[in-house]
């Protein structure tokens, strides 16, 4: 992924008010982050710490939706700290990475525009730290004592990450039925 400024993040977010993607925290590591080892911008806000927010680079998405040219960004609710079972394992639907069951959130996006403003909204199991990329890199590993094989390549695997998560910006973006 190519670097973004602070302004094409922003500027990026389909999904909520302007003066809410002005106020939005950046991550406190954002001068530091690996670029090119992301295929999407994912972060915990640091001053609302049950929002989270994903931005894709630009032509990540269909150009005929008016996403394809700058990139593209949603903000997620995330869930209430709840319990977890330490013994319990869950599957990140992005990247498809094995997480002890406190490693993945149901993260929930109101879909843009006046659907949205309705109240309507859709959501993903995700890695709880919005690490995917590098996961499927195997630059950052689980915390699960038992780890999945799989015979896909890194590449394969970007790939799929890629498809899975264009496929859920897609629904946030696109009215309901549509």
Not at 13 to 31: T, V, Y
Not at 124 to 135: E, G, K, P
Request: charged residues 25%.
């Amino acid at each position: 992924m190519e670097p973004l400024s602070e302004k094409q993040i922003r500027a990026s977010f389909i999904n909520c008010s302007k003066g809410d993607a002005a106020r939005l925290k950046l991550p406190a590591d954002f001068a530091d982050l690996p670029w090119e080892d992301l295929d999407f911008l994912g972060w915990r806000d640091p001053g609302a710490p049950l929002r989270a927010h994903i931005v894709l680079p630009a032509g990540a998405l269909p150009e005929a939706g008016g996403g394809g040219a700058r990139p593209v960004g949603i903000t997620l609710r995330v869930p209430e700290a709840a319990r977890t079972s330490a013994v319990k394992s869950s599957l990140c639907r992005v990247c498809l990475t094995g997480h002890a069951s406190s490693g993945v959130f149901l993260l929930a996006a109101p879909r843009a525009g006046a659907s949205g403003r309705d109240g309507n909204s859709v959501g993903i199991y995700v890695c709880s730290d919005l690490a995917c990329s590098l996961y499927v890199r195997g630059k950052r590993q689980p915390a699960l004592r038992t780890r999945y094989e799989e015979s896909l390549g890194v590449e394969g695997r970007i790939e799929r990450l890629r498809a899975n998560l264009v496929a859920f910006v897609e629904n946030v973006r696109l009215p309901s039925g549509g």
